[in-house]
């Protein structure tokens, strides 16, 4: 394969904000994919799936109301958080969180479905961080008469509607339905920023192989257009001698040594 080394020079417009929200839900997506995944994906790669991993979400989970719940009573005047009514506050704790533990409990079962899974024999045929599939339900969908693209589907569809489910629940003051919709974002947001990372890198790849086919065009040749076919500039002082510009034209393509899997 051929590098240009003048294209890793080359300064190209980043949205910074955009980009580290991207690499932020990236780094921690595993956590909050596992509490949709577990659910709508089956097949999961050997290494993709870590039920180590599962059990330690599930275990903040499972502490996550108490310790909120504890640490709003110390901030809240007691008159004013459940009152002095006996009993009372068990009541209004459960009355939130009941459908939290049951999504706990329904989580910790699906996990342990798809952790089966990546124990049958013939798994190691199968790409070791494979994402799971996709529910043929999704490829059933019509919009417009047009199929969903995966792309459509693993950042919007999928996503939209655990945020629609947590939306609902939120309403009915249950606290997993803000669990679910912050999940849902965190969840699109991560795949938005792989099919970004994703498109930056086949992108990358035909500039690449537009400024290899372009050098002679725009570098080497004394021609001085402000426009040619590829749209490629260089952005230097070109040496007079046509030698001397060939030499450096040659010298920006670098080629990697091939190796061979012994």
């Not at 300064?11 to 956590?31: H, M, P, Q, W």
């Not at 009514?85 to 939130?96: E, G």
């Not at 899974?117 to 070791?128: A, V």
Request: some cysteine; charged content about 20%; glycine content about 6%.
């Amino acid at each position: 394969m051929q590098k240009n080394l003048y294209f890793r020079t080359v300064v190209r417009r980043k949205n910074v904000i955009l980009e580290g929200i991207f690499d932020f839900s990236l780094a921690f997506c595993t956590y909050f994919r596992l509490l949709q995944e577990v659910f709508i994906r089956k097949n999961f790669g050997k290494r993709y799936f870590n039920m180590s991993i599962a059990l330690m979400v599930g275990i903040i989970l499972f502490c996550i109301p108490t310790a909120s719940d504890f640490v709003y009573s110390l901030l809240t005047p007691k008159n004013f958080y459940y009152g002095d009514i006996p009993n009372q506050s068990d009541s209004k704790f459960w009355q939130h969180y009941a459908t939290w533990y049951i999504f706990l409990a329904a989580y910790v079962i699906f996990a342990f479905l798809r952790w089966r899974e990546t124990c049958i024999p013939g798994i190691f045929s199968r790409y070791s961080l494979s994402e799971g599939d996709i529910l043929p339900f999704f490829q059933k969908i019509r919009i417009f008469g047009r199929r969903l693209t995966l792309r459509v589907t693993v950042i919007y569809v999928e996503p939209g509607l655990f945020f629609l489910a947590g939306l609902i629940l939120q309403r009915l003051h249950q606290k997993i339905g803000v669990l679910l919709e912050v999940s849902s974002i965190m969840s699109a947001l991560s795949y938005a920023g792989a099919y970004r990372k994703g498109d930056d890198y086949v992108w990358d790849i035909l500039d690449q192989a537009q400024m290899n086919n372009a050098v002679e065009e725009a570098f080497t040749n004394q021609n001085d257009h402000f426009n040619n076919k590829s749209g490629v500039r260089f952005y230097a002082e070109r040496p007079t001698s046509e030698e001397l510009r060939k030499d450096i034209g040659d010298s920006m393509i670098e080629k990697e040594p091939v190796s061979y899997a012994v």
